[in-house]
């Protein structure tokens, strides 16, 4: 019995920040990830809801609405409901979950928000990597997101160019009366196929083929960090994994940490990327 309460407290922080990172979780997809049945899975969204989670359904996915307020997944964890007993193990000090997330002013996510809800145009003062402030003028907000623990707005330039911009660098934001039409199209494309902040709903994906040893395998198969992949696996416990990308930043980052534990097989430019980053390095 202690054994099921320790996997399903585990399963249940797992699940909050995957939540809170912006996923939409099916329950055969939450089912898959933590290995249950799908009854068991059908009630893991409705325990965080009865600890006090805003956890929404729209077309089978789970989902949550982001509270005003909260800078980070564990400051959620900490204003759940105490009333349900296996959350309130969430809180205690025998779990340890590693959160670093990126700290913003909650008065940045407010009004860009409001200005995404209500299709407002935005005028931006940015501080570029150079330390140089630049006016970003009648941007059209699309989406906040977080990736690997940094919050970037996802949006259209004054030229209509699908850009991504660092929240923490808008020194200034100011709300406009112009609205903006949007296709809802885009943030599906976003929600169902984004990796990280690379990826492009704009630009034609193509499709990458990675030799994974066994130990890069068993990393795969436990935490599953693609959306989408086809993974084939050899009776030496390695693998070939396949999937879809936009932009080469989007996997090259987990290619060099994988090293040497795993190999480009296609496309040759995703390749030659790879060793000419480890000559620099070299």
């Given at each position: 019995m202690k054994t099921n309460s320790s996997k399903l407290v585990k399963n249940l922080l797992d699940l909050i920040q995957r939540f809170y990172n912006g996923e939409k979780l099916t329950s055969k997809k939450i089912a898959e990830l933590y290995d249950v049945n799908l009854r068991t899975a059908q009630r893991y969204p409705n325990y965080l809801k009865d600890g006090g989670m805003d956890i929404r359904k729209d077309k089978n996915q789970f989902y949550l609405k982001m509270p005003v307020g909260i800078e980070n997944a564990l400051e959620m964890i900490k204003q759940l409901n105490v009333s349900l007993p296996v959350i309130n193990q969430l809180k205690t000090s025998i779990y340890y979950s590693k959160l670093d997330l990126e700290k913003v002013d909650l008065y940045k996510f407010e009004i860009l928000e409001d200005a995404i809800k209500e299709k407002k145009q935005l005028n931006i003062i940015y501080k570029e990597f150079d330390k140089k402030e630049s006016k970003l003028t009648n941007i059209k907000p699309l989406k906040i997101v977080n990736f690997e623990g940094f919050w970037y707005l996802l949006a259209f330039n004054y030229k209509n160019e699908y850009r991504r911009y660092h929240i923490n660098s808008m020194i200034n934001i100011k709300t406009l009366k112009e609205n903006f039409d949007l296709d809802e199209s885009i943030l599906?494309?976003?929600?169902?196929?984004?990796?990280?902040?690379?990826?492009?709903?704009?630009?034609?994906?193509?499709?990458?083929?990675?030799?994974?040893?066994?130990?890069?395998t068993v990393y795969i198969k436990r935490l599953n960090p693609f959306k989408r992949y086809v993974l084939k696996e050899e009776k030496d416990g390695s693998s070939i994994i396949t999937l879809q990308i936009t932009d080469e930043m989007e996997i090259l980052p987990f290619i060099l940490r994988w090293i040497p534990h795993i190999k480009v097989l296609s496309p040759k430019h995703l390749k030659q990327s790879v060793l000419n980053q480890v000559k620099q390095y070299l």
């Open positions: 599906a494309k976003i929600n169902e196929n984004a990796l990280n902040i690379w990826y492009n709903p704009f630009k034609k994906p193509y499709l990458v083929e990675l030799f994974l040893d066994e130990v890069a």
